[in-house]
């Protein structure tokens, strides 16, 4: 039986050896009927209207013959196990010789490969831009010169937009994948602190090491990564997707088209809509950064 246990705290003082102990007591058993515990999450609460400490959430594997006497209110739960959303093998729609193409090479379109790829159905992936190796001259010249490669740039090119930003991994949903994702991460060379910690950062040069591991990965299983592949029609019969024209002379036939294109393939977008493809207009949030200096910034949050 396995249980989640969140806001165990633990003072500064005390050593990650007083969590089982914890958890045990919790669950009204001894330390030595936890099985097996496993760090789900991991902040510091430094507020200072109190001593600052960890706060943990946690995976408790305990025996189905130990008598578990006591549950916290609401914060304990039996974990259920998740069914596999997608079929081991390929469906039978799959024709031969037809992919299915994904378009985009940010992180939609490599999980999406690396999911299929991982059941058997290994895919053509098509991205405009280029590797993160090329891509980066391109980035640079823009920066320190100002001469924009429109194919080529923070926005388009391996691993998106996010390839070139500083490596935190933030949501706003609960889903059961958001494990997978990560595990996924660190598999590919992301630091194993993401796996815990409450608010993971992987880091810019790191990030891009990790994007070129995936693209590797994916070739392992059987896909196909093609750079400098711009998509610029959708051939469509009877409301069916049929294929896609790449560079307006090339027709690769698919009966499964994935569009993981970001929010600046303004292009693409028009195209769909000329091919009277329904698009719906979604919200958005603008940020913007305050910069404090550090000592103001220790003072407020440490006291």
């Given at each position: 039986?396995?249980?989640?246990?969140?806001?165990?705290?633990?003072?500064?003082?005390?050593?990650?050896?007083?969590?089982?102990?914890?958890?045990?007591?919790?669950?009204?058993?001894?330390?030595?009927?936890?099985?097996?515990?496993?760090?789900?999450?991991?902040?510091?609460?430094?507020?200072?209207?109190?001593?600052p400490y960890f706060?943990?959430?946690?995976?408790?594997?305990?025996?189905?013959?130990?008598?578990?006497?006591?549950?916290?209110?609401?914060?304990?739960?039996?974990?259920?196990?998740?069914?596999?959303?997608?079929?081991?093998?390929?469906p039978a729609v799959l024709k031969p010789g037809r992919r299915p193409v994904i378009v985009g090479?940010?992180?939609?379109?490599?999980?999406?490969?690396?999911?299929?790829?991982?059941?058997?159905?290994?895919?053509l992936l098509l991205e405009m831009g280029k590797k993160v190796s090329e891509r980066i001259i391109d980035v640079n010249a823009f920066w320190e010169r100002r001469m924009l490669n429109e194919k080529?740039?923070?926005?388009?090119?391996?691993?998106?937009?996010?390839?070139?930003?500083?490596?935190?991994?933030?949501?706003?949903?609960?889903?059961?994948?958001i494990e997978f994702i990560k595990e996924t991460l660190v598999d590919l060379g992301a630091p194993s602190d993401i796996l815990t910690d409450a608010r993971p950062h992987i880091g810019t040069d790191r990030l891009r090491e990790v994007v070129v591991n995936f693209r590797k990965r994916l070739?392992?299983?059987?896909?196909?990564?093609?750079?400098?592949?711009?998509?610029t029609d959708f051939v469509i019969h009877e409301d069916k997707v049929e294929g896609v024209v790449?560079?307006?002379?090339?027709?690769?036939?698919?009966?499964?088209?994935?569009?993981?294109?970001?929010?600046?393939?303004?292009?693409t977008y028009q195209q769909l809509y000329k091919r009277g493809v329904r698009l719906a207009a979604k919200p958005f949030a603008l940020g913007l950064r305050v910069e404090h200096p550090q000592e103001l910034i220790n003072r407020i949050q440490y006291g």
């Open positions: 039986m396995i249980f989640q246990i969140s806001d165990i705290r633990i003072s500064l003082d005390e050593g990650n050896d007083v969590l089982r102990m914890k958890v045990s007591s919790l669950l009204g058993i001894q330390p030595e009927d936890v099985s097996s515990l496993r760090i789900v999450r991991k902040s510091l609460d430094a507020r200072r209207s109190r001593p706060v943990y959430a946690v995976e408790a594997t305990v025996p189905d013959e130990v008598d578990v006497k006591k549950k916290i209110g609401g914060k304990v739960e039996i974990k259920a196990v998740r069914d596999e959303v997608l079929p081991k093998h390929p090479c940010g992180p939609a379109g490599l999980f999406a490969a690396l999911t299929l790829a991982k059941r058997g159905i290994p895919v080529s740039n923070v926005h388009f090119g391996e691993g998106g937009a996010g390839t070139f930003s500083d490596g935190k991994l933030t949501t706003r949903i609960r889903s059961a994948n070739v392992e299983l059987g896909c196909e990564v093609r750079f400098g592949a711009r998509v790449v560079d307006a002379d090339e027709e690769i036939k698919t009966n499964h088209l994935i569009l993981a294109i970001g929010q600046s393939s303004v292009e």
